[in-house]
Nanobody
């Protein structure tokens, strides 16, 4: 059974950085992160099938970096220059199809429990 366990969320001031980590139990075709906050649509933040296929939502392009360490079965999301609008619950996700960035994405087949990121002014 596919399991995804996130860590690394927290409270940070605007302009700061956080790194989220997701330990996964099995490799799936498309993996990455989406986020959601109350009253807002689900947003695909960053996904990859392999290193050269990494893609980002326009809202985080240039600030977030997605990477994967297969030896550690861990997916990372490095988040720099955080903004208050980045505040959300962040979920690690995986699917057998290609996951899309942007708003109103379908719910991925597998997702973790989420880790909260709060950015203050």
């Amino acid at each position: 059974r596919m399991q995804l366990a996130e860590s690394g969320g927290g409270l940070v001031q605007a302009g700061g950085s956080l790194t989220l980590a997701c330990v996964f139990s099995d490799y799936k075709y498309s993996m990455g992160w989406f986020r959601q906050s109350p009253g807002k649509e689900r947003e695909g933040v960053a996904f990859m099938e392999h290193a050269s296929s990494t893609r980002y939502a326009n809202s985080v392009q240039g600030r977030f970096t997605l990477s994967r360490d297969d030896d550690k079965s861990t997916l990372y999301l490095q988040m720099n220059n955080l903004k208050p609008e980045d505040t959300a619950m962040y979920y690690c996700a995986a699917d057998t199809g290609r996951l899309q960035t942007g708003f109103a994405i379908p719910m991925p087949l597998w997702r973790g429990q989420g880790t909260q990121v709060t950015v203050t002014v």
